[in-house]
């Protein structure tokens, strides 16, 4: 992917949340530093609370960042007014989890589709319902929906709306936050497959949030792990899932179920619970639970980026400094 253009450059991007006690904060995320390139599907997983979400959140500013950089397309968002930001928004959009709350129940489905042409002025008014309908044939809607309410739809159908949506003023990129997660299994793999389908045909570059690591490995380009607000591994798809690096990261491959004998791995069990990311331990975010803990380093020192192979991962194992400073 290095060959391809960087769409959103994140450079030590931190969001901290302020409690009502004062001085203490939720560090959802805590240094982020990523390139996302132009066409790529980027994976991020991690568990439930790391701050996964809040990532796609702070990428499209939809959050006013603590600390940090973004860049799009070379142009730096992070201390652009919301005019300044008006004429960029239209080409980076976002697709929700949960397809029921994300839809206004009064709206009617051409309203609801046809609303980021009007808030972004695309288009004349009267060419916009050919283009709701348009919208719904491509993400494999009847367009005589288009005068129906939210509530008339399954779970899968308002997903697919909220993808319509999503694509109406033709963006380049798309965050899509856990989009199956609230969805049946069956029909989880029909809206990963029609993104996937989507994504080749429009050029589109996804964040792919998710804590289903299947679905990641089958539309991811590159995986990012993420851990306590921090990134602790990101590399090539097959060999995040085949070679994994991060003590975390194979223990979090190592907890998917498989149904062949042949095909499980050892179990890997952490101990401890998951750290406050109000009071997030010093060091390597991961050592209270880590099995191959390196020594006094890693509650001392948080690791940088080390590259193995054509990974990245931010662990002390792979540096030459296997002994305190």
Known sequence: MADKPVLFKITNLKQHFPLKKKGLYVKANDGITIDIYDGETLGLVGESGCGKSTTGLAVLKLLEITAGSVFFRGQELTHLSEPELRPLRRHMMMIFQDPYSSLNPRLTVGAIVGEPLSVHNVGRAADRGARVSELLRLVGLNPAFINRYPHEFSGGQRQRIGIARALATSPDFIVADEPISALDVSIQAQV???????KEQLGLTYLFIAHDLSMVRYISDR?????????????????VFDEPLHPYTRALLAAIPRVLKKNRTERILLTGDIPSPIHPPSGCPFHTRCYTKVGKICEEHMPPYFQVGKQQVACWIYSDQNSEP
């Open 192 to 198: 990963v497959n029609l993104m996937s389908d989507l």
């Open 223 to 239: 995986v990012a792990v993420m851990y306590l607000g921090k990134i602790v591994e990101i590399g090539a798809r097959k060999q």
